[in-house]
């Protein structure tokens, strides 16, 4: 998958794969359609930052949370 390219799709399927990366109790609050291209660039870093780490306390989960909260439409 091209990532590179702010895609419906990208962003989909990046909003799923964090929530499973975070095992995100409360999925519903963070439905992939939420969110747009238009803040392609701050969900592809968020994306990347979680994807590299092995652990993540949950702090920081919450942290993640709130961040992605703020780019919600």
Do not use: C
Not at 47 to 61: A, L, P, T
Request: net charge negative.
């Amino acid at each position: 998958m091209d990532l590179t390219k702010p895609t419906d799709e990208n962003v989909m399927y990046m909003v799923e794969q964090i929530k499973e990366k975070l095992r995100m109790v409360n999925v519903d609050a963070m439905k992939a359609e939420h969110f747009n291209t238009d803040k392609y660039d701050d969900l592809l870093y968020m994306y990347n930052m979680v994807m590299k780490r092995n652990h993540i306390s949950s702090n920081e989960i919450e942290a993640i949370a709130a961040e992605l909260g703020s780019l919600r439409n």
